[in-house]
T-cell receptor
Framework: DTGVSQDPRHKITKRGQNVTFRCDPI?????LYWYRQTLGQGPEFLTY????????KSRLLSDRFSAERPKGSFSTLEIQRTEQGDSAMYLC????????????FGPGTRLLVL | LAKTTQPISMDSYEGQEVNITCSHN???????ITWYQQFPSQGPRFIIQ???TKVTNEVASLFIPADRKSSTLSLPRVSLSDTAVYYC??????????????FGQGTTLQVKP
């Protein structure tokens, strides 16, 4: 399978702990996006990368959130000092630059903060 | 990105054709119309995309009138497995555009036996 993969698929943590999620995009895709989705809502944009450069961050991405894509391939999203409000599905997507509106999503990481 | 409006929910029966209409009155000249499908506990999946007139693929058809202020996703002969949330999005192409997708609440389609 050469689609977008995410790890872990599920994460339960206690408030105040740090968590890190990984996304492996489709190999030839130079754009990588992170979204967050809460129950009953559509996904909300968090940030995106063009190769290794992080080009845009949403206001939703507080200073407790950090994302990296060090070699322009996989990406990590870290949440420090998690809060119960961080509980959500975190989705990663990738695309080609010239077809950026056609994004391929991974299965998501479901985070539950207790 | 242009705002879209679509029904919150729709019901259908197996074997019927389902048409979901989306309004995007402020669509820009370089905006494309894209539909995504999402099953519970999965990421959205690209279904179809168009700019004008009609586009058809193995999954669906997309009808876009000349003024492009609305579009209709048509699913032929739905089955129970088509029960999902369907999102209509509009956005432009080109490297100057971030490509971030702005999702609304989508249309929850429930297919009944």
């Amino acid at each position: 399978d050469t689609g977008v993969s995410q790890d872990p698929r599920h994460k339960i943590t206690k408030r105040g702990q740090n968590v890190t999620f990984r996304c492996d995009p489709i190999s030839e895709h130079n754009r990588l996006y992170w979204y967050r989705q809460t129950l009953g809502q559509g996904p909300e944009f968090l940030t995106y990368f063009q190769n290794e450069a992080q080009l845009e961050k949403s206001r939703l991405l507080s200073d407790r959130f950090s994302a990296e894509r060090p070699k322009g391939s996989f990406s990590t999203l870290e949440i420090q000092r998690t809060e119960q409000g961080d509980s959500a599905m975190y989705l990663c997507a990738s695309s080609l630059t010239e077809k950026q509106e056609t994004q391929y999503f991974g299965p998501g990481t479901r985070l539950l903060v207790l | 990105l242009a705002k879209t409006t679509q029904p919150i929910s729709m019901d259908s029966y197996e074997g019927q054709e389902v048409n979901i209409t989306c309004s995007h009155n402020n669509i820009a000249t370089n905006d494309y119309i894209t539909w995504y499908q999402q099953f519970p506990s999965q990421g959205p999946r690209f279904i179809i995309q168009g700019y004008k007139t009609k586009v058809t693929n193995e999954v669906a058809s997309l009808f876009i009138p000349a003024d492009r202020k609305s579009s209709t996703l048509s699913l032929p002969r739905v089955s129970l497995s088509d029960t999902a949330v369907y999102y209509c999005l509009v956005g432009g192409r080109g490297s100057s555009n971030t490509g971030k997708l702005i999702f609304g609440q989508g249309t929850t389609l429930q297919v009944k036996p």
